[in-house]
């Protein structure tokens, strides 16, 4: 048995995990979610194995401004892509918010609770 962790999954905090898996599920086009008993926790699970995605309830949830002192992201999803264009049409299309489009290798997006995350073709 070793001491050494490994890299299991990311959570997100937000008021409604089922919709945000939902959202996180079409984009990465993965394959249906997985919902505890009481809805409070979801999970994606990568199909080709590695680290899961994972929601959590949070009846107060404040989503983070971007960018802001204030109310900070404190993290972000980077998702590479290998068409930008493509993969920002698919974005808006299921619900992101474009924040950042400046950038000529990668776009910020907020999802539909408000987490920041980057399509990158970097």
């Known amino acids: 048995m070793s001491a050494v962790p490994t890299f299991g999954a990311v959570a997100l905090d ?15 086009d ?30 107060d949830h404040r989503p983070p401004a971007w960018p802001s002192a204030e109310n900070p992201q404190q993290a972000h999803v980077d998702l590479d892509v290998t068409d930008l264009e493509a993969g920002h049409e698919r974005a808006l299309a299921i619900g992101a918010k474009l924040l950042d489009d400046s950038p000529k290798t990668f776009r910020v997006y907020a999802d539909p609770a408000g987490h920041p995350f980057c399509l990158c073709a970097c």
């Open 14 to 28: 937000c008021p409604d995990p089922v919709a945000l898996a939902e959202f996180y599920r079409e984009l990465l």
């Open 30 to 59: 993965w394959k249906a979610a997985e919902v505890a008993e009481d809805g409070h926790w979801v999970t994606l699970r990568n199909p080709e194995g590695g680290a899961r995605f994972s929601f959590q309830r949070v009846p």
